[in-house]
């Protein structure tokens, strides 16, 4: 099944009748995508909270308060905020941190992208009202609130990452804690750590595969887990404590803390991983629909949880004078007849649950990348079929040698569920205060129904969030470590890139440097197509006088290509290119912008080289003769032109390099050719429709573009070295000089994100004092 085709339909049309079985089908699929994480979280949270924090005793009042407040949480945190609320702040079916940032980026003008046009407002999928506030205006004139507002949305990214770390660890480990139950403390602790450790190994060896070569497995898994779980619950609740279900009543909570004081509120940071993998329901929202999360959770994993964290209590309430059972925790409760069966599933399903955090880690640091804000990283698309499965070796690896650093260096899942705790409640603060200006700005509701919103939810959060930060020297470090280096990496690398912007759009050469070169701009111009990347979407790049300086001769048609991200998710191939001209009409010089969204899929070399020749044809073709009358100042901005790729533009002009089956087309009556005079080595034709006519000139520059791209194109490449300028603080010549240089000296260059050949690209060197 076409996994992206479906959510389209879904989205286009959420409530048709005939559609409930492709929501149902999405449902199944996103348990075991999206719910691993969370349905694994009955292995570790009894064991977590009674750790050492709260001492058990011989009546009931700590297991019951404890339950009382996993049903609470579960119930206030994924049910009702998640499922009922954050859902609903798509940015055009997508979700996650990043997206609720590029949301807002669209209705205040806070954005991180530095080469942001109007044209990009006119995108479909922008969808931007226009209507003022006084909360929009305040962001929009303070550059302070803006950065601070993209700092929030880096944490919450970063703490996304290191959650990518922890939650491998602690569900692997948890999962082969059942081994302690056939051997003694001594020899368990040799087994289980080499255990866990391959385990996760072999998991992320498995990673370069792609979900979709495994994902068949994983929804079956996660049901089978689910059904077992919930059983065992079932069974645990009438066989040893039918009258478990009065510790749903939030008197016990109260009772729980008037008891326990300081430690059971400290045990609240074990307690708060009940709900570890709830936020994977809104960053994995692309994948699915809103529909079938909230249907998958409401009425499987919801129902399913409940009784596992009932029946675990059912069986503690009757079995305190056990204190070895308490150090097991989960599969002490489980019926000693099924324990081995019921742990091969639990560490299937922790895989399970652990691939999605994983590929969830991927989605964020390919956002990141392509709003600006992470190095450029290899990306591999795993699927052809389903939207979002990639596949990042450096990320992948990275996070392999943090998981095993954290499982050996721990070798418990107290010290691994503090760390783990302090991420998912992090991540949770960050959204629920970016989802308080979705309400303002978004949605235009009112800011006390925003503030009621971040008073309710964050102090709950806020209270978990203490009782994990208290357990700074117990492992909750281990997040603040892993986040404050990612964003050192992000920010350094967002603050370079924005200072090589600014240098770029200052350094720009004139248009009286380019009149005065003349038609042949000074030098012999060769064939072929010479394509200067650039990062400006108007104006005349550094680049290009430095090469014309240097060297002797240049191509006959010179494309200038800015290849940007726009803060949306998608950017509709009928929308992809902006196209324009750079001076005279006879100089032969275009300008083409790329648009990609931020979980776009970039083409691969041949394929964008063909819609890149099309767009400038069809541009061209179409160019309205008032657009070429005398020269566009290119101060402000070229006249441009939404062009879309060959595949989307039906009516436009299509190219064809050495095809026969394209002949069939050439014969049709509404469409002719245009075949270049000669023969060369490569044949490229255009096939043009018949109307309207275009004029003898437009045709003659498409001979020449068929010419051109005949013999071949070169990219001509910026290799820039950036050093601070002459003046600059100690701070940023350390950020400049050595940490800005040592990402893009380690990092993918441009041509590797422009999927070019290496034997057709040229490199220019420049130095940037910025």
Same mark, same amino acid.
């Given at each position: 099944?076409?996994?992206? $085709?479906? &959510?389209?339909?879904?989205? @286009?049309?959420?409530?048709?009748?005939?559609?409930?079985?492709?929501?149902?089908?999405?449902?199944?699929?996103?348990?075991?995508?999206?719910?691993?994480?969370?349905?694994?979280?009955?292995?570790? !949270?009894?064991?977590?909270?009674?750790?050492?924090?709260?001492?058990?005793?011989?009546?009931?009042?700590?297991?019951?308060?404890?339950?009382?407040? !996993?049903?609470? #949480?579960?119930?206030?945190?994924?049910?009702?905020?998640?499922?009922?609320?954050?859902?609903?702040?798509?940015?055009?079916?997508? $979700?996650?941190?990043?997206?609720?940032?590029?949301?807002?980026?669209?209705?205040?003008?806070?954005?991180?992208?530095?080469?942001?046009?109007?044209?990009?407002?006119?995108? @479909?999928?922008?969808?931007?009202?226009?209507?003022?506030?006084?909360?929009?205006?305040?962001?929009?004139?303070?550059?302070?609130?803006?950065?601070?507002? =993209?700092?929030?949305?880096?944490? $919450?990214?970063?703490?996304?990452?290191?959650?990518?770390?922890?939650?491998?660890?602690?569900?692997?480990?948890?999962?082969?804690?059942?081994?302690?139950?056939?051997?003694?403390?001594?020899?368990?602790?040799?087994?289980?750590?080499?255990?866990?450790?391959?385990?996760?190994?072999?998991?992320?060896?498995?990673?370069?595969?792609?979900?979709?070569?495994?994902?068949?497995?994983?929804?079956?898994?996660? *049901?089978? /887990?689910?059904?077992?779980?919930?059983?065992?619950?079932?069974?645990?609740?009438?066989?040893?404590?039918?009258?478990?279900?009065?510790?749903?009543?939030?008197?016990?909570?109260?009772?729980?803390?008037?008891?326990?004081?300081?430690?059971? /509120?400290?045990?609240?940071?074990? *307690?708060?991983?009940?709900?570890?993998?709830?936020?994977?329901?809104?960053?994995?929202?692309?994948?699915?629909?809103?529909?079938?999360?909230?249907?998958?959770?409401?009425?499987?994993?919801?129902?399913?949880?409940?009784?596992?964290?009932?029946?675990?209590?059912?069986?503690?309430?009757?079995?305190?004078?056990?204190?070895?059972?308490?150090?097991?925790?989960?599969?002490?409760?489980?019926?000693?007849?099924?324990? /081995?069966?019921?742990?091969?599933?639990?560490?299937?399903?922790?895989?399970?649950?652990?691939?999605?955090?994983?590929?969830?880690?991927?989605?964020?640091?390919?956002?990141?990348?392509?709003?600006?804000?992470?190095?450029?990283?290899?990306?591999?698309?795993?699927?052809?079929?389903?939207?979002?499965?990639?596949? *990042?070796?450096?990320?992948?690896? #990275?996070?392999?040698?943090?998981?095993?650093?954290? #499982?050996?260096?721990?070798?418990?899942?107290?010290?691994?569920?503090?760390?783990?705790?302090?991420?998912?409640? #992090?991540?949770?603060?960050?959204?629920?205060?970016?989802?308080?200006?979705?309400?303002?700005?978004?949605?235009?509701?009112?800011?006390?129904?925003?503030?009621?919103? *971040?008073?309710?939810?964050?102090?709950?959060?806020?209270?978990?969030?203490?009782?994990?930060?208290?357990?700074?020297?117990?492992?909750?470090?281990?997040?603040?470590?892993?986040?404050?280096?990612?964003?050192?990496?992000?920010?350094? /690398?967002?603050?370079?890139?924005?200072?090589?912007?600014?240098?770029?759009?200052?350094?720009?050469?004139?248009?009286?440097?380019? =009149?005065?070169?003349?038609? &042949?701009?000074?030098?012999?111009?060769?064939?072929?197509?010479?394509?200067?990347?650039?990062?400006?979407?108007?104006?005349?790049?550094?680049?290009?006088?430095?090469?014309?300086?240097?060297?002797?001769?240049?191509?006959?048609?010179?494309?200038?290509?800015?290849?940007?991200?726009?803060?949306?998710?998608?950017?509709?191939?009928?929308?992809?290119? =902006?196209?324009?001209? !750079?001076?005279?009409?006879?100089?032969?010089?275009?300008?083409?912008?790329?648009?990609?969204?931020?979980?776009?899929?970039?083409?691969?070399?041949?394929?964008?080289?063909?819609?890149?020749?099309?767009?400038?044809?069809?541009?061209?073709?179409?160019?309205?003769?008032?657009?070429?009358?005398?020269?566009?100042?290119?101060?402000?901005?070229?006249?441009?032109?939404?062009?879309?790729?060959?595949?989307? &533009?039906?009516? $436009?002009?299509?190219?064809?390099?050495?095809?026969?089956?394209?002949?069939?087309?050439?014969?049709?009556?509404?469409?002719?050719?245009?075949?270049?005079?000669?023969?060369?080595?490569?044949?490229?034709?255009?096939?043009?429709?018949? @109307?309207?006519?275009?004029?003898?000139?437009?045709?003659?520059?498409?001979?020449?573009?068929?010419?051109?791209?005949?013999?071949?194109?070169?990219?001509?490449?910026?290799? @820039?070295?950036?050093?601070?300028?002459?003046?600059?603080?100690?701070?940023?010549?350390?950020?400049?000089?050595?940490?800005?240089?040592?990402?893009?000296?380690?990092?993918?260059?441009?041509?590797?994100?422009?999927?070019?050949?290496?034997?057709?690209?040229?490199?220019?060197?420049?130095?940037?004092?910025?």
């Amino acid at each position: 099944m076409d996994l992206e $085709g479906v &959510n389209r339909a879904i989205r @286009s049309n959420p409530i048709k009748k005939d559609s409930w079985k492709t929501v149902l089908t999405l449902a199944y699929q996103s348990l075991g995508v999206v719910y691993g994480d969370l349905s694994t979280s009955p292995l570790y !949270v009894y064991k977590s909270t009674f750790a050492e924090d709260i001492q058990h005793s011989e009546t009931n009042e700590e297991i019951f308060g404890v339950l009382s407040f !996993v049903f609470w #949480t579960l119930t206030l945190i994924p049910l009702v905020k998640y499922v009922f609320i954050v859902l609903r702040a798509d940015d055009n079916g997508e $979700g996650g941190t990043f997206a609720l940032y590029s949301l807002l980026c669209r209705h205040v003008r806070v954005s991180s992208l530095p080469n942001c046009q109007l044209a990009d407002e006119e995108l @479909s999928e922008y969808k931007n009202d226009g209507i003022g506030s006084s909360l929009k205006s305040t962001l929009e004139k303070y550059r302070v609130l803006q950065k601070v507002l =993209l700092l929030l949305a880096l944490i $919450g990214t970063c703490m996304v990452i290191g959650d990518g770390v922890l939650t491998p660890a602690i569900s692997v480990f948890s999962a082969v804690s059942g081994l302690e139950l056939s051997m003694s403390k001594e020899q368990h602790q040799y087994v289980e750590v080499p255990v866990a450790c391959a385990i996760l190994v072999f998991l992320f060896a498995l990673q370069h595969y792609g979900t979709h070569r495994i994902g068949f497995l994983f929804a079956p898994i996660v *049901i089978t /887990w689910l059904l077992c779980i919930s059983a065992i619950g079932v069974y645990n609740i009438f066989h040893w404590n039918p009258h478990v279900y009065q510790a749903l009543s939030p008197y016990y909570m109260y009772k729980f803390l008037k008891k326990t004081q300081r430690g059971g /509120w400290m045990s609240l940071g074990g *307690i708060l991983l009940c709900i570890t993998g709830s936020e994977a329901m809104f960053a994995d929202l692309g994948h699915f629909s809103q529909l079938s999360i909230k249907i998958a959770f409401t009425f499987v994993v919801y129902p399913s949880l409940i009784l596992a964290y009932m029946g675990q209590a059912a069986y503690l309430s009757r079995h305190h004078i056990l204190e070895s059972d308490y150090r097991i925790g989960f599969y002490v409760s489980v019926p000693e007849k099924i324990r /081995w069966p019921v742990l091969a599933i639990a560490i299937l399903a922790a895989v399970v649950g652990s691939q999605a955090i994983i590929t969830g880690t991927f989605s964020i640091i390919k956002q990141c990348s392509a709003l600006g804000c992470f190095p450029r990283v290899k990306i591999v698309h795993t699927s052809s079929k389903t939207h979002g499965q990639i596949y *990042i070796p450096e990320i992948n690896w #990275t996070l392999m040698l943090l998981c095993l650093a954290v #499982t050996i260096g721990f070798r418990d899942t107290k010290h691994m569920g503090n760390a783990s705790g302090l991420a998912v409640i #992090t991540v949770m603060l960050v959204t629920t205060c970016l989802m308080s200006l979705v309400i303002v700005l978004c949605w235009h509701r009112s800011v006390c129904l925003a503030i009621c919103f *971040i008073f309710f939810f964050g102090s709950i959060e806020a209270l978990y969030f203490s009782a994990s930060l208290i357990k700074f020297l117990e492992g909750a470090w281990v997040p603040i470590a892993l986040g404050f280096i990612f964003l050192i990496v992000m920010y350094i /690398w967002h603050y370079g890139t924005l200072k090589k912007y600014e240098f770029d759009v200052q350094n720009k050469v004139s248009i009286n440097w380019l =009149l005065g070169l003349g038609p &042949n701009l000074g030098i012999v111009r060769v064939r072929g197509i010479g394509l200067i990347n650039t990062e400006l979407v108007s104006g005349i790049p550094a680049i290009f006088s430095h090469f014309v300086t240097n060297l002797p001769a240049f191509h006959q048609v010179v494309v200038f290509l800015c290849i940007k991200s726009v803060p949306v998710p998608h950017v509709r191939p009928k929308e992809r290119f =902006l196209v324009g001209r !750079v001076g005279p009409k006879e100089y032969r010089l275009y300008r083409c912008i790329a648009r990609y969204g931020y979980r776009d899929i970039h083409k691969d070399d041949l394929e964008f080289e063909k819609d890149l020749v099309c767009s400038v044809a069809e541009f061209i073709r179409s160019e309205r003769p008032e657009c070429v009358v005398g020269v566009v100042d290119l101060e402000n901005d070229e006249k441009m032109t939404v062009v879309g790729t060959s595949s989307s &533009n039906f009516e $436009g002009i299509k190219m064809c390099d050495d095809d026969p089956d394209f002949s069939e087309l050439v014969g049709t009556s509404e469409l002719r050719e245009i075949r270049s005079p000669e023969k060369p080595r490569k044949r490229v034709r255009f096939v043009l429709p018949e @109307s309207p006519r275009i004029d003898m000139e437009a045709q003659e520059e498409l001979h020449e573009l068929m010419e051109a791209r005949e013999a071949g194109m070169a990219f001509i490449l910026g290799h @820039s070295y950036v050093r601070a300028k002459r003046g600059s603080s100690f701070m940023k010549r350390i950020v400049i000089n050595f940490g800005y240089d040592f990402l893009r000296r380690n990092s993918r260059g441009p041509n590797y994100a422009l999927s070019l050949p290496h034997a057709s690209t040229l490199e220019v060197g420049m130095v940037y004092h910025v």
